[in-house]
């Protein structure tokens, strides 16, 4: 069956870094599009970055563009997602989500900013 395992989460400082980590099974990873999503509490998910199937292209979200780096590893079966320059308003659970056709998604990590 699909799965999706999150890691790498934890609490840092304004300023710290941290590596997110989503190890994939049960689908074929090289050929699907992998997504980092994130929720704030009392906000919507809202789409932080997206990576191609073979890891060409990549995109984000506004909030992120220039601090954060998505990035695959085909033959390990993960995408990481590299949080540099971490804001408080970085707080959120952060899910990893397999694109179409699989369309599945983590059960995320908890990440918090604060000093």
């Known amino acids: 069956q699909v799965q999706l395992v999150e890691s790498g989460g934890g609490l840092v400082q304004p300023g710290g870094s941290l590596r997110l980590s989503c190890a994939a099974s049960?689908?074929?990873?090289?050929?699907?599009?992998m997504i980092w999503y994130r929720q704030a509490p009392g906000k919507e998910r809202e789409l932080v970055a997206v990576?191609?199937?073979?890891?060409?292209?990549?995109n984000y979200s506004d909030s992120v563009k220039g601090r954060f780096a998505i990035s695959r590893n085909n033959a390990k079966n993960t995408v990481y997602l590299q949080m540099n320059s971490l804001k408080p308003e970085d707080t959120a659970v952060y899910y990893c989500?397999?694109?179409?056709?699989?369309?599945?998604w983590g059960q995320g990590t908890q990440v918090t900013v604060s000093s």
């Open positions: 990576i191609s199937s073979a890891g060409g292209g990549t």
């Open positions: 049960g689908f074929t990873f090289s050929n699907t599009v």
């Open positions: 989500k397999a694109g179409r056709p699989v369309n599945y």
